[in-house]
């Protein structure tokens, strides 16, 4: 039988890898894959796809992307069913990665903390400093960084 699975779309949220009892590394993302049509409206819908991911896999993962980080996704499609705390049977249906490529550069933008007002204007004092005394100097803008 064929159980294959190719998906590309974004990450909905901020991957976050949990732990199995016995170490394994693992976690469940959900991915925002565009359909290809655009409905009554002419908007185009997405569907949300869960997937998990183990091992390295959500090692890399968690290292290199964060919501909104395009990726593609090739594995199978698994399902499973558990009873909930008030006694019902729910079914899921999820990709389980067997392979995972990052499709865009890491953003790092989002990894900065935020600077407050004050500490923004005192960075962006040293760079004119800096930029000052470099065209001072004689040097030119394009070779100044």
Known sequence: MINQV??????TR???????????AVTNV??????????????????????T?????????????????????TGRIQTRSYDSSDKKRIYVTE???EQVRFLEK???????????REEMRQVEGENSRREGNRMHAGESNQNAW
Not at 54 to 73: D, F, H, M, P
């Open 6 to 11: 190719t998906l590309v779309g974004r990450l």
């Open 14 to 24: 901020d991957p976050e890898l949990k732990r199995t009892q016995d170490g394994k």
């Open 30 to 51: 959900t991915l925002a894959v565009n359909r290809q049509f655009k409905n009554q409206d002419g908007e185009i819908e997405a569907d949300f796809v869960q997937c």
């Open 53 to 73: 991911l183990w091992r390295k896999t959500a090692e890399n993962l968690i290292q290199y992307c964060q919501k909104g980080s395009l990726i593609g996704i």
């Open 95 to 97: 990709v389980v990665a």
């Open 106 to 116: 890491k953003r790092t933008e989002a990894l900065v903390p935020a600077l407050s």
